[in-house]
């Protein structure tokens, strides 16, 4: 069983660029979730997809887009970088119904935009 | 809206003690409580889930209450060790509309030292 694995691990961007993250969720499981951690804070949700829709989304703005594809593996892009944007960027799977509700957690991109 | 506290912001132990790290929700409505460790630029590791309708978890060291209607979350670390050295992150999963939807914390972070 594989976990879920995020690339790239580390990136530097300057503002106004565009980035995209990439997510392999983990084996068997259905959901995907993203979360942004700035420095000394706790994660915050950006947005959940489930069949490759979205599935529910926090307080980010509309620059921050995602996709998820049909093997359950997801992508998420921020256009027009801003400082604020430096952070670190974390995944999360689960498998939506379980009753559980138990996420697994990447290790995380980090973005620097200078 | 949702707001996760978590008291001490930082604590700083010899070897061998045994703590308690504090957390607080605002919204009694939750479909269960996460107590997450992370490491320096790290991604998380779940150490334990409660459920809405249980009371309390244990894993080896490891002891998390749950108390609902107060709002209130304690994770007890016994006989403490340097390995433990780490944020401690809770957080809250909502129900309905936002399960999935984790809210988190700031965290404590602990240092314990030899």
């Known amino acids: 069983e594989t976990g879920v694995t995020q690339s790239p691990t580390h990136l530097i961007k300057t503002r106004g660029q565009q980035v995209t993250l990439r997510c392999s969720s983990q084996?068997?499981?259905?959901?995907v979730s993203w979360y942004q951690q700035a420095l000394g804070q706790g994660p915050q949700f950006i947005f959940q997809?489930?069949?490759?829709?979205?599935?529910g989304r926090g307080n980010f703005p509309p620059r921050f887009s995602g996709l998820q594809f049909p093997n359950y593996s997801s992508e998420l892009n921020v256009n027009a970088l801003e400082l604020d944007d430096s952070a670190l960027y974390l995944c999360?799977?689960?498998?939506?119904?379980?009753?559980?509700?138990?996420?697994?957690f990447g290790a995380g991109s980090r973005l620097t935009v200078l | 809206k949702q707001e996760v506290t978590q008291i001490p912001a930082a604590l700083s132990v010899p070897e061998g003690e045994n703590l308690v790290l504090n957390c607080s929700f605002t919204?009694?409505?939750?479909?269960?409580l996460q107590w997450f460790r992370q490491d320096p630029g790290k991604g998380l590791t779940s150490l334990l889930l409660?459920?809405?309708?249980?009371r309390e978890q244990t894993s080896g060291r490891l002891n998390a209450s749950l108390d609902k209607s107060s709002g209130r979350s304690t994770l007890y670390i016994a006989a403490s060790q340097p390995g433990d050295s780490a944020t401690y992150l809770c957080?809250?999963?909502?129900?309905?509309?936002?399960?999935?939807?984790?809210?988190f914390g700031r965290g404590t972070q602990l240092t314990v030292w030899p």
């Open positions: 997809y489930y069949r490759e829709e979205e599935n």
């Open positions: 999360a799977s689960s498998l939506a119904g379980n009753g559980a509700n138990v996420l697994t």
């Open positions: 409660i459920q809405s309708s249980q």
């Open positions: 084996s068997g499981h259905n959901t």
């Open positions: 957080a809250v999963s909502g129900r309905g509309s936002t399960l999935g939807r984790l809210y």
């Open positions: 919204d009694s409505a939750i479909y269960n």
